[in-house]
């Protein structure tokens, strides 16, 4: 354990005697609408900027309705052999996920369903924890990515985001914007550099278990 | 060139690509020589050209991001706030950082410096048996070697990040902290990828070299025995760091395999989740112009069955800490504004700086590290002051690199072409208004003095450049007093600093 207390010790030594208290971070939100809905059309808006779809539900028309209108021309093979694990009650999914996967063994997943802990209007990110995930390496393996958001949960900015408890509670917790992306080469955006190639964001409240 | 006329250098240079420059490294012990490497660098034109484009869209992207938050400024003197008071208490956050760690089930080791760090991983992952390692990309780990080093050991590295990937498969060090392959161009990736990954060498559309090093790399990721990544936020408060990708190759480097190991350097706590607020809405917009990196990922614990070591590294960084003049350089969280700002860094290639970090927070953290090998640096700059101005934790880039050349220059670590050029630049600095006269001798200088007296081995920054041709209006003191002084009742004195 030496170099830990040779390290302190020589931050100690040496770090600048100023007087320098921590400042107080305002919210910044007074700006932004008020209600959900008009929340909800931002949040839209800004999600689409980084590369995500917002998918509102048209009248009697079911979430499996629209992974299909979505997705069916991007899986990659017919729609009905694609492999869909989901996480939420409103799709049934034909590839069950439990805690005891091995990572990597969710690498087959074409769709994966999630609900989202929360949203946030400012850049259009989805929230998740280990407990929305059951498998974390699904949301970066699997090819398309659903996500369902209760319009309720979406706050205004990321001061807001860091003031919810889930950073001192959960084990993972992380902000997916849009799907994943790289401009390495020669600045052209491409979508789908590592991790999913698309993000698809459906508005739907949350159904009480 | 009329849009009806065939163009002959288009066809050309898809039969014949230029060949990507490559700028000589410095022997070990050598002093780096920026200027040379960067005029190397120039002679391949449209390399040249198409750097320069891409670094300063992004420096456009920027602006455009900066200007859409009314409250920018504020976000930038509270950044900078939060450092300076975490540095000046580092040593009780980093403690409260580590108990809260450990308290979480992570294991905490400590490194000295880079060797000690490269032993301490090499450890754990001998005694997990370790053979394949993906990894995200960290400037902390390039300044350590470690990929080198794991090489030496026979420990594979896979990097996941597309442009580290690139510059492992092509045996260069990264030339930008956000984009390492911002030198290459296309035809460059093209040849590299047929090359290394069987790719058709003819196909340089980047969506399909994506996609090819995408297919590459999944089956190394989905058998690696170990993932590693940096961090870019350590919080104090929680035991738990954060990391920033557009690609989402951290989150795979860390939840595939079992083991993760993230390397972070002790400069990187921030003692409150709420901090975070601030320093995510200012890292994407200030790194590339966009509101914010596609995934933001918080690791506050292991994974169910997963087993997870932080090692924090000093690496100069303590004694960094102890220098009145530089010790603010600590704030900086690695966005690469000031890169993409930087006029000399534009137009010289990252690579030309033969050093980890490139670019104006180059010319100020690479001297701490080996004060005579990176003595030239501080010079590749026209302190200009732009790279303090998108500063967004507001370090004084620029003062900084005028600081290091007395300090270099009062160590005899100068060559004596920069010694007889600094004594008159320094007096001249010294003083503000000696300093506008000497702007105005200049620039009447430059209209006046003939080619042979700008363009001379003297003048570093006169070799493979045109200088800028002077403003016709005289500097912008001259502007300002005539256009806006004039209507103010209280005139400042002529020494304030402004
Ligand atoms: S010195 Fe400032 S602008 Fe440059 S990389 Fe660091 S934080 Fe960004």
Redesign the pocket.
């Known amino acids: 354990m030496s170099a830990r207390d040779d390290i302190l010790g020589a931050v100690r030594t040496n770090k600048p005697a100023i007087d320098a208290p921590a400042p107080t971070v305002p919210n910044y939100d007074n700006a932004y609408p008020q209600g959900a809905d008009r929340l909800a059309a931002l949040f839209a808006e800004r999600l689409a900027t980084m590369g995500g779809t917002w998918h509102a539900l048209a009248d009697g028309q079911s979430i499996d309705a629209v992974l299909q209108d979505v997705l069916a021309d991007k899986v990659g093979k017919p729609f009905d052999d694609a492999v869909i694990a989901s996480n939420v009650p409103e799709v049934a999914g034909n590839r069950p996920l439990t805690e005891s996967d091995v990572p990597a063994s969710v690498h087959d997943v074409d769709i994966a369903v999630l609900r989202a802990r929360f949203g946030i209007a400012e850049t259009g990110s989805v929230c998740f924890t280990e407990a929305e995930l059951t498998v974390n390496a699904v949301a970066y393996l699997a090819q398309h990515l659903v996500v369902l958001l209760d319009p309720a949960e979406i706050v205004a900015n990321m001061h807001r985001a860091y003031q919810r408890d889930d950073f001192v509670n959960a084990n993972y917790t992380v902000f997916h914007t849009g799907p994943s992306a790289t401009a390495d080469i020669e600045g052209v955006l491409v979508r789908g550099a590592q991790g999913v190639r698309s993000l698809t964001v459906i508005p739907a409240p949350a159904t009480p278990a | 060139m009329s849009g009806n006329e065939p163009n002959p250098a288009a066809t050309l240079q898809r039969a014949t690509p230029e060949a990507q420059p490559r700028p000589a490294k410095a022997a070990d012990g050598k002093r780096v020589d920026h200027a040379r490497s960067a005029k190397q660098f120039l002679n391949a034109p449209e390399h040249a050209k198409s750097h320069d484009t891409r670094v300063w869209a992004m420096r456009t992207k920027r602006d455009k991001q900066a200007h859409t938050i009314e409250e920018w400024e504020e976000l930038r003197e509270l950044a900078s706030q939060i450092k300076t008071h975490t540095l000046a208490h580092l040593d009780t956050y980093l403690e409260q950082f580590e108990a809260n760690a450990k308290a979480n089930g992570i294991h905490v080791h400590w490194a000295a410096d880079g060797a000690e760090h490269n032993r301490i991983v090499h450890e754990i992952f001998t005694e997990h048996g370790v053979k394949r390692v993906i990894k995200a990309k960290s400037m902390l780990m390039e300044e350590c070697g470690f990929r080198h080093y794991m090489d030496s050991v026979g420990i594979e590295i896979v990097e996941t990040d597309l442009g580290e990937r690139i510059q492992q498969l092509d045996g260069e060090d990264p030339s930008h902290?956000v984009v390492p392959p911002v030198h290459k161009m296309r035809s460059d990736v093209a040849r590299l990828f047929a090359e290394q990954l069987g790719s058709d060498p003819d196909n340089d559309d980047a969506h399909y070299l994506a996609g090819a090093q995408r297919d590459a790399t999944r089956p190394l990721i989905l058998d690696a025995d170990a993932g590693m990544t940096g961090a870019n936020f350590a919080v104090a408060e929680t035991g738990g760091f954060v990391v920033c990708t557009n690609e989402g190759n951290a989150d795979l480097s860390a939840n595939v395999p079992n083991l993760h190991v993230a390397s972070i350097g002790i400069e990187k706590l921030v003692p409150r989740v709420e901090d975070m607020g601030v320093f995510i809405r200012l890292l994407s917009r200030?790194a590339l112009g966009s509101p914010i990196t596609q995934y933001t990922s918080h690791f506050r614990a292991p994974k169910q069955g997963g087993e997870m070591h932080i090692v924090l590294v000093d690496n100069g960084r303590s004694k960094r800490l102890g220098m009145e003049k530089f010790w603010s350089?600590l704030?900086?969280?690695?966005?690469?504004?000031?890169?993409n700002t930087c006029p000399v860094y534009r137009r010289s290639g990252g690579l030309s700086y033969g050093a980890t970090y490139a670019?104006?927070?180059g010319l100020i953290l690479n001297p701490t590290f080996d004060a005579h090998r990176y003595s030239n640096l501080p010079f590749a700059s026209t302190l200009n002051g732009s790279?303090t101005n998108?500063?967004?934790?507001k370090?004084n880039?620029h003062e900084q690199i005028f600081g290091w050349r007395q300090v270099l220059a009062e160590n005899g670590h100068l060559p004596w072409t920069k010694k007889t050029a600094l004594s008159a630049a320094g007096k001249v600095l010294a003083s503000p208004k000696g300093y506008r006269v000497a702007i105005k001798t200049t620039n009447s200088a430059l209209k006046h003095l003939p080619r042979w007296a700008l363009y001379n081995r003297m003048n570093a920054w006169g070799e493979g450049r045109e200088m800028p041709s002077p403003p016709d209006n005289g500097t912008f003191h001259d502007w300002y007093r005539r256009n806006r002084l004039k209507n103010q009742a209280k005139t400042p004195n002529e020494g304030d600093s402004q």
């Open positions: 902290i200030s350089s704030k900086c969280i690695r966005c690469g504004a000031c890169m670019g104006p927070l790279c998108v500063c967004p934790v370090i880039i």
